[in-house]
């Protein structure tokens, strides 16, 4: 059984993580099979050669070489094996999906929903390892969203031609909509907001959701709140009810379960292990809650 790893276990309130990864051919020394619960990465081998397992409706094996960059999805149960080192940086997803909105990014959705993780190749002392190296040199020294941001801008051009992806098929409304409710104020209202901003009708949209992002409207808008509410734990002292009021949620039980259901913990629970990365010490007092 593949373990399923959190960002707030091993990354809370950082904005990447990075390591160098070795991997030879024994058990002890090689990463252990997982998933991903709430985080995509971006891998580049450095040196040596091996595979990347990847199981999903069967077990497929993917060669590595010097020179691979793979982007990793939450949902690929996968372990890697032989004889190589490659730079791993991880990140949150909903991060990386507010990046791909904001920047019209062609063919990220789409890339969720392949049935294996895309790859492409760069050279080992071109500008995209040189960008791993950077990426990962700051991680030690204080990681910053632009560092990240960054390695995006680089790493995206060369998976788009790999993928054969020429132009964001998303139409513009849509994007817009999207967008937009990553704000505060339109959360609240959910539903009947996206509908307002796309201007389309709610079977219209339906189906553009489905196609462009993979999830319904009414997915995408508990997906969206669930991400905010994660923020406002992090970075405010306002109580678990008032955080569920601001995101749109209709009760407090209702919000904890979902919040369960995605991060695996209870809001508060969440809070605790996030508190001390991101809220200054000054707020670390018993009465926040």
């Known amino acids: 059984m593949a373990t399923v790893l959190r960002w707030v276990e091993f990354a809370a309130g950082l904005p990447y993580h990075a390591a160098l990864v070795p991997v030879t051919g024994s058990r002890r020394d090689r990463p252990e099979p997982h998933s991903h619960a709430d985080f995509h990465e971006l891998v580049f081998v450095t040196a040596g050669a091996g595979k990347q397992v990847v ?40 991060r990386w999906r507010a990046f791909a ?65 020429a132009l964001d098929q998303r139409p513009a409304w849509l994007v817009s909509a999207c967008v937009a409710m990553s704000r505060e104020e339109n959360l609240r209202e959910g539903l009947p907001r996206l509908l307002a901003m796309a201007a389309v009708s709610p079977g219209h949209l339906a189906r553009s959701m489905r196609r462009h992002y993979g999830c319904t409207p009414v997915a995408f808008v508990a997906r969206r709140r669930l991400e905010h509410a994660a923020l406002l734990l992090t970075t405010t002292t306002d109580g678990i009810g008032r955080i569920a009021q601001r995101c749109g949620f209709s009760g407090q039980s209702y919000f904890g379960r979902l919040f369960q259901e995605k991060y695996g913990m209870a809001p508060r629970d969440y809070r605790q292990a996030t508190r001390r990365a991101v809220v200054p010490a000054a ?6 809650k």
Do not use: C, K
């Open 101 to 165: 909105d904001l920047a019209g990014l062609a063919g990220t959705a789409e890339w969720d929903r392949r049935d294996l993780p895309l790859s492409a190749r760069a050279a080992l002392d071109g500008p995209i390892a040189q960008e791993f190296a950077r990426v990962l040199a700051a991680y030690s020294g204080g990681p910053r969203v632009l560092d990240l941001v960054r390695l995006w801008t680089a790493v995206v051009p060369i998976l788009e031609r790999a993928d054969g992806a």
């Open 55 to 94: 199981w999903g409706a069967g077990e497929t094996e993917l060669p590595l070489r010097a020179g691979d960059v793979v982007l990793v999805r939450p949902q690929d149960r996968h372990e890697f094996a032989g004889a190589m080192s490659f730079v791993n940086i991880a990140f949150p997803s909903e």
């Open 283 to 288: 707020l670390d007092t018993p009465d926040i």
